[in-house]
């Protein structure tokens, strides 16, 4: 179900907002032509086409699972239906996806005291970062995105349980800044100087002391870290300003805006700051800040106005609250009804964390229990974000299963069930590595992006039987690009169980390529002689030879038609990686022929003017590259995109990460592809054409 306006409002909210980023981010670039410039600063706002239709679903017996979210999410709670219900309002990053903002309304109560959430509902014509003000019997929206240099706040001209939101009123924020140049994060509403009125409150994110050098990651002569494995940047930083509101809180009218102050200083954290408030029991106002890491700051409110240094969230055996992923959002709210202030906090992998307040401790500052993933009824299927599958039938009942990786690192499983002539998932299963769950990440020095990523793993997982035991294996590679086996214990077991990680090599050492490849396994003279490919350090699509479980050889390039080395990018650094391979005979021929999904960036073939979809679609694509040399020396032609029903297939910023399967059983291969935002879908052969 859709909250929908009309028409006419719809795409004139799309228009607006399409020319004020357009215009703003031209306006910005000219005003910091000295400043870093990150990757999305050229970024594409994704508005679609949408392949939700095709979407993989859980079976109907999966009746609980949890929230999804989008590409790192922002949640508020706000009595939306206007009988006292806690219901969830979901908002995600806007340079993916188009930052849509989704609904689900308490339906219940769960015997914890939880609110029991409904279905997806899409609140049309607001994107960004998305909170909610009260304003008496109602309440307004506040929406915040690092695509522009406004807050926008949306006026509820409707009444109490039947909002009804005018075109945005656009805040054009003066302040004292302590660096300059600062993007917008998230803002809010909230009263914090007492006197009745809401101030409006925004986080900032700031990466200019972040880059070494002033280079990126994907810049000529960016080096990241020293010799000796340290980093060589700066810290993220973010900020916190308050803005004293003079007007009304429909339509705002904002003084100069000063930076909160935590101690003798800025109150500042690790990036991307997004403030939530509450009193917890106490009669002083406590911030909690998000930062990119995966870390929580509270801090009180004194007598004068300002606050004490911040501390970080601790849990009640009072130990340091740590979370699952990374650039963290939080709200307060006494989520399970007991009187007192939690937290729920969205993150970069889409999912919505329940902290439960467990009481003050003695120094007087709330503690928190990490109780896990809120969840929903009608769930759809997130597997993260920038999900990247790979497809075998481990149960043996004649349906193809998932094995699916993500930025969180994770190895998911997902075991496909067969209802009515319809292919659903089960509810997904952490995939263990030996008795650990695998969980990869970089730590602090083994992302390319830095210590900022050290939660991140993008596992990109790949199925062989590598090892010859008959069983599958999996066989990933990840933010590191180190690539391990997981070698299959040969168990009947489902989810299928795997030993611990081993680390394949190359001339005595680790193999070591470009970052979050999807790597492949091809017998290209069906011999049994098994070849590993990945691109290599350098972005070129690479061929090893297995010589044993682990041990690689005899590299050689894979070439196009014309002879050149295979290159998907004219970009350097970590602009070569992010290429998901998958290799098949797509047409039949007995040949083994290529599939490929790239990030929007990628220029293939790589020529700076004419290569996609860089100069296309700009957004992820799915292309196909027939095989038209030998089995000994396979030649690709020159790369053809996939169209989806008559156009061209467009994914986003990230990935589209491509399997070929012959999902249902009908002879003929389809492609089964992990999307951005965290969802899988189906893409039937009679809807694609290439």
Same mark, same amino acid.
């Given at each position: 179900?859709?909250?929908?306006?009309?028409?006419?409002?719809?795409?004139?909210?799309?228009?607006?907002?399409?020319?004020?980023?357009?215009?703003?981010?031209?306006?910005?670039?000219?005003?910091?032509?000295?400043?870093?410039?990150?990757?999305?600063?050229?970024?594409?706002?994704?508005?679609?086409?949408?392949?939700?239709?095709?979407?993989?679903?859980?079976?109907?017996?999966?009746?609980?699972?949890?929230?999804?979210?989008?590409?790192?999410?922002?949640?508020?709670?706000?009595?939306?239906?206007?009988?006292?219900?806690?219901?969830?309002?979901?908002?995600?990053?806007?340079?993916?996806?188009?930052?849509?903002?989704?609904?689900?309304?308490?339906?219940?109560?769960?015997? %914890?005291?939880?609110?029991?959430? !409904?279905? #997806?509902?899409?609140? $049309? +014509?607001? /994107? =960004? *970062?998305?909170? @909610?003000?009260?304003?008496?019997?109602?309440?307004?929206?506040?929406s915040a995105s690092r695509m522009r240099k406004q807050i926008y706040v949306f006026p509820?001209?409707?009444?109490?349980?039947?909002?009804?939101?005018?075109?945005?009123?656009?805040?054009?924020?003066?302040?004292?800044?302590?660096?300059?140049?600062?993007?917008?994060?998230?803002?809010?509403?909230?009263?914090?100087?007492?006197?009745?009125?809401?101030?409006?409150?925004?986080?900032?994110?700031?990466? %200019?002391?972040?880059?070494?050098? !002033?280079? #990126?990651?994907?810049? $000529? +002569?960016? /080096? =990241? *870290?020293?010799? @000796?494995?340290?980093?060589?940047?700066?810290?993220?930083?973010?900020?916190?300003?308050?803005?004293?509101?003079?007007?009304?809180?429909?339509?705002?009218?904002?003084?100069?805006?000063?930076?909160?102050?935590?101690?003798?200083?800025?109150?500042?954290?690790?990036?991307?700051?997004?403030?939530?408030?509450?009193?917890?029991?106490?009669?002083?106002?406590?911030?909690?800040?998000?930062?990119?890491?995966?870390?929580?700051?509270?801090?009180?409110?004194?007598? %004068?106005?300002?606050?004490?240094?911040?501390?970080?969230?601790?849990?009640?055996?009072?130990?340091?609250?740590?979370?699952?992923?990374?650039?963290?959002?939080?709200?307060?709210?006494?989520?399970?009804?007991?009187?007192?202030?939690?937290?729920?906090?969205?993150?970069?992998?889409?999912?919505?964390?329940?902290?439960?307040?467990?009481?003050?401790?003695?120094?007087?500052?709330?503690?928190?229990?990490?109780?896990?993933?809120?969840?929903?009824?009608?769930?759809?299927?997130?597997?993260?974000?920038?999900?990247?599958?790979?497809?075998?039938?481990?149960?043996?009942?004649?349906?193809?299963?998932?094995?699916?990786?993500?930025?969180?690192?994770?190895?998911?499983?997902?075991?496909?069930?067969?209802?009515?002539?319809?292919?659903?998932?089960?509810?997904?299963?952490?995939?263990?590595?030996?008795?650990?769950?695998?969980?990869?990440?970089?730590?602090?020095?083994?992302?390319?992006?830095?210590?900022?990523?050290?939660?991140?793993?993008?596992?990109?997982?790949?199925?062989?039987?590598?090892?010859?035991?008959?069983?599958?294996?999996?066989?990933?590679?990840?933010?590191?690009?180190?690539?391990?086996?997981?070698?299959?214990?040969?168990?009947?077991?489902?989810?299928?169980?795997?030993?611990?990680?081993?680390?394949?090599?190359?001339?005595?050492?680790?193999?070591?390529?470009?970052?979050?490849?999807?790597?492949?396994?091809?017998?290209?003279?069906?011999?049994?002689?098994?070849?590993?490919?990945?691109?290599?350090?350098?972005?070129?699509?690479?061929?090893?030879?297995?010589?044993?479980?682990?041990?690689?050889?005899?590299?050689?390039?894979?070439?196009?038609?014309?002879?050149?080395?295979?290159?998907?990018?004219?970009?350097?650094?970590?602009?070569?990686?992010?290429?998901?391979?998958?290799?098949?005979?797509?047409?039949?021929?007995?040949?083994?022929?290529?599939?490929?999904?790239?990030?929007?960036?990628?220029?293939?073939?790589?020529?700076?003017?004419?290569?996609?979809?860089?100069?296309?679609?700009?957004?992820?694509?799915?292309?196909?590259?027939?095989?038209?040399?030998?089995?000994?020396?396979?030649?690709?032609?020159?790369?053809?995109?996939?169209?989806?029903?008559?156009?061209?297939?467009?994914?986003?910023?990230?990935?589209?990460?491509?399997?070929?399967?012959?999902?249902?059983?009908?002879?003929?291969?389809?492609?089964?592809?992990?999307?951005?935002?965290?969802s899988i879908v189906w893409l039937k052969r009679e809807d694609l054409s290439w």
């Amino acid at each position: 179900m859709s909250i929908r306006r009309h028409c006419a409002l719809s795409a004139g909210l799309k228009l607006v907002f399409q020319l004020e980023t357009n215009s703003n981010l031209a306006r910005a670039k000219e005003e910091c032509k000295m400043s870093v410039k990150r990757w999305e600063d050229d970024a594409t706002v994704w508005h679609g086409p949408h392949y939700g239709t095709e979407a993989l679903r859980y079976h109907p017996d999966v009746t609980s699972a949890a929230v999804a979210g989008r590409i790192i999410t922002c949640v508020e709670v706000v009595d939306w239906s206007g009988n006292g219900t806690k219901d969830l309002l979901i908002s995600a990053w806007d340079p993916c996806y188009d930052g849509r903002v989704f609904l689900r309304r308490q339906i219940g109560t769960n015997g %914890d005291g939880t609110p029991t959430l !409904g279905e #997806e509902e899409l609140v $049309e +014509g607001v /994107r =960004g *970062y998305v909170t @909610a003000v009260k304003d008496g019997d109602i309440f307004h929206l506040v929406s915040a995105s690092r695509m522009r240099k406004q807050i926008y706040v949306f006026p509820n001209v409707g009444k109490k349980g039947a909002p009804d939101f005018a075109d945005p009123v656009r805040l054009d924020l003066d302040a004292d800044w302590v660096k300059g140049n600062e993007y917008f994060h998230m803002a809010r509403f909230h009263d914090i100087d007492g006197d009745g009125v809401p101030e409006l409150i925004v986080g900032s994110d700031y990466w %200019d002391d972040y880059w070494p050098n !002033g280079l #990126e990651w994907n810049d $000529e +002569g960016y /080096r =990241g *870290y020293d010799d @000796a494995g340290r980093w060589l940047g700066g810290p993220l930083r973010g900020f916190l300003y308050a803005f004293k509101n003079k007007g009304t809180l429909a339509k705002p009218v904002l003084e100069r805006g000063q930076p909160l102050v935590a101690g003798e200083t800025p109150l500042e954290v690790y990036g991307q700051l997004a403030p939530a408030f509450g009193r917890f029991g106490g009669k002083q106002n406590s911030v909690i800040a998000g930062e990119f890491w995966n870390i929580l700051h509270i801090a009180q409110q004194r007598e %004068d106005g300002d606050f004490h240094p911040t501390s970080l969230l601790r849990t009640p055996h009072d130990e340091t609250l740590e979370l699952d992923q990374c650039i963290h959002l939080p709200c307060v709210v006494d989520w399970d009804g007991d009187g007192l202030e939690d937290i729920l906090v969205g993150a970069e992998d889409g999912y919505i964390s329940f902290l439960k307040n467990c009481g003050n401790g003695e120094d007087g500052l709330p503690r928190f229990e990490k109780r896990g993933r809120v969840e929903t009824t009608k769930p759809l299927i997130h597997a993260g974000v920038l999900p990247s599958p790979a497809a075998y039938d481990f149960s043996g009942d004649g349906n193809f299963d998932l094995v699916v990786g993500n930025s969180t690192g994770e190895l998911l499983f997902y075991q496909s069930r067969e209802d009515n002539g319809t292919i659903y998932l089960d509810k997904e299963v952490m995939l263990k590595g030996g008795d650990e769950p695998i969980r990869l990440a970089a730590g602090l020095t083994g992302s390319i992006q830095g210590p900022s990523e050290k939660m991140f793993g993008y596992s990109c997982p790949t199925l062989a039987n590598w090892t010859g035991s008959g069983h599958m294996d999996v066989l990933v590679s990840d933010v590191t690009g180190r690539h391990r086996l997981f070698r299959n214990s040969g168990e009947k077991t489902l989810p299928p169980r795997f030993g611990e990680e081993e680390f394949l090599t190359y001339s005595g050492k680790p193999l070591k390529t470009v970052w979050r490849v999807r790597p492949a396994v091809v017998d290209w003279q069906k011999n049994g002689q098994l070849h590993y490919l990945a691109l290599d350090e350098d972005g070129v699509l690479s061929d090893w030879k297995k010589a044993s479980d682990t041990e690689l050889v005899d590299k050689r390039f894979v070439r196009w038609e014309n002879g050149d080395a295979m290159r998907f990018t004219v970009d350097v650094g970590g602009g070569r990686g992010r290429v998901k391979l998958c290799f098949c005979d797509w047409e039949g021929s007995g040949r083994i022929d290529l599939i490929f999904g790239t990030h929007a960036r990628a220029c293939v073939p790589p020529d700076p003017k004419t290569g996609a979809p860089r100069n296309t679609t700009k957004q992820a694509g799915l292309f196909y590259s027939r095989n038209v040399g030998t089995a000994e020396e396979p030649r690709f032609a020159l790369p053809i995109p996939f169209k989806f029903r008559d156009e061209t297939i467009a994914m986003a910023m990230h990935v589209a990460s491509p399997e070929a399967v012959d999902w249902a059983g009908r002879g003929a291969l389809d492609l089964i592809v992990g999307i951005e935002d965290g969802s899988i879908v189906w893409l039937k052969r009679e809807d694609l054409s290439w």
